[in-house]
Nanobody, 122 residues
Framework: QVQLVESGGGLVQAGGSLTLSCAAS????????MGWYRQAPGNQRELVAR???????NYADSVKGRFTISRDNAKNTMYLQMNSLKPEDTAVYYC????????????????WGQGTQVTVSS
């Protein structure tokens, strides 16, 4: 089983910064792509940023130039540096990881964290 634990959320004023972390633990062979998603009240969960195991990244248009996703493969940890935050960034942020459970089965299983609240005040 794999556990993902997010941290770093909180309340910040518009224009401020926060850094989210997502740490993976448990028994697995490797982690493929990881990503940050967010869900605001009344909205669907949406992709914020995604990073592959070799470091390739992609971002939602709404956060390009403001957010930076990164990962430390040795620590099985992913980060999201959020700058120039806006009230519309307010949401619960979830991390997701596509995990390969064993070396002999090339099957990826998605896991989700429990979410961390980010609130940006105007």
């Amino acid at each position: 089983q794999v556990q993902l634990v997010e941290s770093g959320g909180g309340l910040v004023q518009a224009g401020g910064s926060l850094t989210l972390s997502c740490a993976a633990s448990g028994s697995f062979f490797s982690i493929n792509a990881m990503g940050w998603y967010r869900q605001a009240p009344g909205n669907q969960r949406e992709l914020v940023a995604r990073i592959t195991s070799d470091g390739s990244t992609n971002y939602a248009d709404s956060v390009k130039g403001r957010f930076t996703i990164s990962r430390d493969n040795a620590k099985n940890t992913m980060y999201l540096q959020m700058n120039s935050l806006k009230p519309e960034d307010t949401a619960v942020y979830y991390c997701k990881a596509d995990v390969r459970g064993s070396w002999y089965r090339a099957v990826l299983t998605p896991y989700w964290g429990q979410g961390t609240q980010v609130t940006v005040s105007s």
